[in-house]
Nanobody, 121 residues
């Protein structure tokens, strides 16, 4: 069974930094794109950043220049370095991976349980 486990959320003051991690484990054949979504109360879930298996990246406009997504393929892990955090970054952050499990014919989306990021003074 495939699992995505996030860590690194918490409470930080405006202007501070946090680093989120998400490790995929289980019977994994291959991991394609990995990404981070966020959802604030009363709002829709939105894609914050995404990285392909080849390293190409996408960022939501409000986080460009502040957030950096990276991955360690040997560890099946994706990271999100968040700098210059703002109160509007407060949300639940969810890891997502498009991967093919060893016992499946094709790839599908997997999600982590989420980690809370709160930016407040």
């Amino acid at each position: 069974q495939v699992q995505l486990v996030e860590s690194g959320g918490g409470l930080v003051q405006p202007g501070g930094s946090l680093r989120l991690s998400c490790a995929a484990s289980g019977s994994i054949f291959s991991i394609y794109a990995m990404g981070w979504y966020r959802q604030a109360p009363g709002k829709q879930r939105e894609l914050v950043a995404r990285i392909s298996s080849g390293g190409s990246t996408y960022y939501l406009d409000p986080v460009k220049g502040r957030f950096t997504i990276s991955r360690d393929n040997a560890k099946n892990t994706v990271y999100l370095q968040m700098n210059s955090l703002k109160p509007e970054d407060t949300a639940g952050y969810f890891c997502n991976a498009d991967l093919k499990a060893s016992n499946r014919a094709r790839s599908s989306d997997y999600w982590g349980q989420g980690t809370q990021v709160t930016v407040s003074s």
